[in-house]
C-alpha cells in the first residue's frame, strides 16, 4: 500500500477523528505535525498540486493571522499566500492525508477514507 502521511494537529478535534479512522482500519500514517515543523513554501506547493486545489482553499479564514495579515485582499499572489502560511502554520486548514500523488483534507474526517484502496 501507499505510504500515508498525516499533517495533523493533535489539539483539532477533526484531526484527530481523521487519525482515529485511520487507525481503526489497521493504518498508522506518518504524521507531520505541522505546527511544530511547518511545511516549507515548495511543501506546500506540492500539497496543493496533489490537492488539486489554490492557495484560497487551503486557508483558515477564521484564524487571527488572517485578519491581521489582510489574508482576504484579492490582489494577494499564490506565491504570497502560500508564504503566509508557512510563516504562520495555523493558516492551513487541517486535517490533509497524502497518499502518493493524491491528497485530501478531512473535512469531515470521513474525507480520509477516500484516499484508502
Do not use: F, W
Not at 19 to 38: K, M
Not at 88 to 110: K, M, N, Q, T, Y
Request: glycine letters at 6%; aromatic letters at 2%; one cysteine or more.
Amino acid at each position: 500500500m501507499t505510504e500515508l502521511t498525516l499533517y495533523h494537529n493533535p489539539r483539532c478535534s477533526k484531526s484527530r477523528q481523521a487519525l482515529a479512522l485511520l487507525e481503526e482500519r489497521g493504518l498508522q500514517p506518518s504524521i507531520v505535525l505541522y505546527l511544530e515543523t511547518p511545511p516549507t513554501g515548495d511543501e506546500l506547493q506540492a500539497i496543493l498540486a496533489r490537492l488539486g486545489i489554490g492557495p484560497r482553499q487551503l486557508l483558515r479564514t477564521g484564524e487571527e493571522e488572517y485578519r491581521s495579515l489582510n489574508l482576504a485582499d484579492p490582489t494577494l499572489s499564490d506565491t504570497q499566500l502560500i508564504a503566509a502560511m508557512a510563516a504562520h502554520p495555523r493558516l492551513i486548514e487541517r486535517p490533509i492525508l497524502i497518499a502518493g500523488d493524491s491528497a485530501v483534507i478531512g473535512r469531515p474526517p470521513e474525507k480520509v477514507l477516500e484516499l484508502l484502496p
